[in-house]
């Protein structure tokens, strides 16, 4: 299920460029990898809320290519949320501080 639309214990921030075989097409949008019954991406919608930064959800349970792109990102684990920003950089289970420091450049675009 993809729906369009903001913390955990790993992440890679994005000055990490991804290869790009592992990154999205280029897109202008953040794509938002995640389940329902997942408390850090519970957590991590609320700062994309409060910040009115727009995003694109995938529910992984819902979204068999999504959750190979999951797990090719992340090593074959299943690791939610994702994040993927428009320039390749990922957020695997970002924490608030890291989440908010990333999306500071998309607040009111």
């Known amino acids: 299920m993809t729906q369009s639309y903001p913390f955990g214990r790993r992440a890679e921030l994005a000055t990490t460029t991804l290869d790009r075989s592992l990154a999205e097409p280029p897109n202008e949008e953040i794509l938002f990898y995640a389940t329902r019954w997942c408390g850090d991406c519970q957590r991590a ?65």
């Not at 289970?93 to 009111?108: H, K, M, T």
């Open 45 to 109: 919608k609320r700062v994309f809320a409060e910040l009115g930064v727009p995003y694109t959800y995938v529910d992984i349970e819902h979204d068999a290519a999504a959750r190979a792109r999951v797990m090719e990102l992340n090593d074959g684990l299943r690791s939610v949320p994702t994040i993927v920003f428009p320039d390749g950089g990922v957020l695997v289970e970002p924490s608030n501080r890291e989440l908010l420091a990333r999306l500071a450049p998309y607040v009111g675009s």
